[in-house]
């Protein structure tokens, strides 16, 4: 299937490559069907991935692995939230977290109090909130992103 992508131009998108989110995600919940999409031809390559709207070619959200930006990252959740999912294992669990890229690239953020929990075996996903006190909803990142580019050499 083609689809109209804001970043990427048309994009020739095999079915199984298609997110279900029942719930849609936070501001977009009309939308239900993603796609993720790579800067880099090497997917382990890329530091930033983009959460793209199948239904709305404008809605691309920059979404990064939380482990790049915090190496202990946990978050409580409610398991009845997760159960739409199906079952859940490290192996078939994705977590991303949406990244806030203003202007002033010193001013990027990620939320760490919302997560993006995705089955890659079933295809469906969902956005969380995070029980932990100590995860906030800006969390500045350009350090992080900065050193991630140091060791890739860029």
Not at 38 to 56: H, K, R, T
Not at 82 to 101: H, K, M, Q, Y
Not at 112 to 130: D, R, S, Y
Request: net charge negative.
């Amino acid at each position: 299937m083609l689809v109209k992508t804001r970043y990427f131009g048309e994009v020739d998108l095999d079915d199984d490559k298609i997110l279900t989110f029942d719930e849609g995600i936070i501001g977009f919940e009309d939308l239900k069907r993603f796609t993720l999409l790579f800067n880099n031809e090497n997917e382990a390559n890329s530091s930033i991935i983009w959460l793209q709207s199948v239904d709305e070619e404008m809605v691309a959200l920059p979404v990064i692995n939380p482990f790049h930006v915090m190496t202990d990252y946990n978050p409580i959740v409610e398991d009845e939230v997760l159960l739409p999912l199906g079952e859940l294992n490290e192996e078939n669990t994705v977590i991303f977290l949406t990244l806030t890229v203003p202007s002033n690239l010193k001013d990027m953020t990620t939320n760490l109090k919302a997560p993006i929990v995705i089955n890659v075996e079933t295809k469906k996903g969902c956005q969380v909130i995070a029980e932990n006190p100590e995860y906030v909803v800006k969390y500045n990142i350009y350090d992080v992103i900065q050193q991630m580019k140091e060791k890739k050499g860029e």
